[in-house]
Every structure is written in structure tokens, then in C-alpha cells.
């Protein structure tokens, strides 16, 4: 450990490798809803993607060479019983797909988050109620989005964990299904890899409770043209309480 400053402390660490794209989906999901639920937090975030974007513009591209990650691997102490480097040699090796050096790619993802704003909204002065979550997960399990509800905001949060331009020839589109009648109600698209904060006027707001599903489906460019649904639903989850 360097002495030259003091030790990041855990909020700050957080930040700073949500900011470098270092998070699994799961990590990142969470880093999310706490981005929505601490202000601080979420600009700490902001703070970080602004530095290191600016850092990323005086790096130059990098080709390295063919050999250069049998070089990385016979230096490291990668192995079975070291699980942790082992991963972070596999994330930077996946960042570096598409000739860019290992510098480079660090602050290129940079870059791509830095252009992203946080999802930051003012706190009331009481909150009385508390957030909902849900999970949006496939048939199998695997989870794609997270969506947040904050009830006095009147506002969901939805934070999709698909890779961006995975299927450039569908869009993303969200509903709400309420327990009520089970009739679902559009929201709007949400671009892969982005968190989006979508108001709900009154009418819609008092359908979102605990036990209300939120959905996605996969629909062609410009959303399903019925009032549902047209295209199969990617991932769905209820609203409940942490």
C-alpha cells in the first residue's frame, strides 16, 4: 500500500470501480439503487467518471503486440488458488478486445460511463415510505434489469444490465403490470446498458405497490404497436421491500 495519502474508505472504493466498470452485474445493480438512495454517494460516483474521462483524452490508442498477453499472464500470480486476480485479468482482457492496450481500456470504459449522468434525485424533507425493488429476471433466472420505485417521488428507477448494442434491431420497452386488474401500462423504451428515472402521474403511481410487476419486452423500433406487449417479455419482477 502506497503512504503518499490516505486509504480510500468503502464509499469512495465503491465509486470509484462502479466508475471504472470493475463491478459483476449483481455489484452493479446494487451500487445502482444505492446511487438512488444516497445523494452523496451517487456524486462521488459523478466525481470520478468526470476525472478519469479527462484523463482518457490525453491517453493515445495502443495496438499491442500478439504476444502481449501470454507476457501479462507469465508475470502475474494467476492461478486456481487465486480466484480474485483470476478475474481481474479476465475483465481486462475483455477490455482490451479490439487492439487497445491495457491503459487505454481502463480509461476508455471511462469515457463510455463518464458520458452517462447519474441517476440523481433531491431528497425530501421526510421520507416516510420506503423504496421498492425488483429484480427483472429471465425465465432461467438470470437477472437484466433492476428497477427502484420511490413512492415520495412518485418515480421509478430502472437500470438495465444488457450490454449495449446487443440487438440494435429491437428496443427495450417497459411496463407495469398492477395487481388490480393485471392490465399492463406502458412507461417507455430504456436503451441497453443505461439507468433511466421515469415519473408517473397519479393515476399510475397508485398502482405501484408491493406485489406490482415491472416487465420488459422486446419490441421493434418504436415500441409494441398495440396496448401490450407485442413481442416477448425478456425479463419481470414484483416491487417489494429489501
Do not use: C
Request: charged share 15%; no cysteine; net charge negative.
Amino acid at each position: 500500500m502506497s503512504d503518499t495519502g490516505p486509504e480510500m474508505n468503502e464509499p469512495e472504493a465503491l465509486a470509484a470501480e462502479h466508475a471504472l466498470g470493475l463491478l459483476t452485474a449483481p455489484e452493479r445493480a446494487a451500487a445502482e439503487r444505492r446511487m438512488v438512495a444516497e445523494p452523496a454517494f451517487a456524486q462521488a460516483v459523478d466525481a470520478w467518471r468526470r476525472r478519469l474521462a479527462v484523463l482518457a483524452v490525453e491517453v493515445a490508442e495502443v495496438k499491442p503486440s500478439g504476444d502481449v498477453w501470454a507476457r501479462i499472464e507469465r508475470a502475474l500470480p494467476v492461478n486456481d488458488n487465486n480466484p480474485q486476480l483470476a478475474r481481474r485479468l479476465v475483465f481486462w482482457r475483455g477490455a482490451t478486445v479490439g487492439a487497445m492496450g491495457l491503459a487505454a481500456a481502463s480509461l476508455m470504459v471511462a469515457v463510455y460511463l463518464g458520458n452517462r449522468p447519474p441517476v440523481v434525485l433531491p431528497a425530501p424533507a421526510s421520507v416516510t415510505q420506503p423504496l421498492l425493488n425488483a429484480s427483472l429476471n429471465t425465465e432461467g433466472g438470470q437477472p437484466l434489469f433492476v428497477a427502484s420505485y420511490d413512492p415520495a417521488r412518485q418515480a421509478l428507477i430502472i437500470t438495465s444490465l444488457v450490454p449495449p448494442g446487443t440487438d440494435p434491431l429491437h428496443v427495450h420497452q417497459l411496463w407495469l403490470i398492477p395487481v388490480e386488474d393485471g392490465v399492463p401500462r406502458s412507461l417507455g423504451m430504456v436503451e441497453p446498458g443505461t439507468a433511466k428515472t421515469v415519473p408517473l402521474d397519479a393515476s399510475i403511481s397508485q398502482l405501484a405497490h408491493e406485489g406490482t410487476q415491472i416487465a420488459v419486452s422486446v419490441e421493434p423500433p418504436g415500441g409494441s404497436p398495440q396496448a401490450g406487449p407485442s413481442g416477448p417479455v425478456a425479463a419481470i419482477g414484483a416491487l417489494g421491500e429489501i
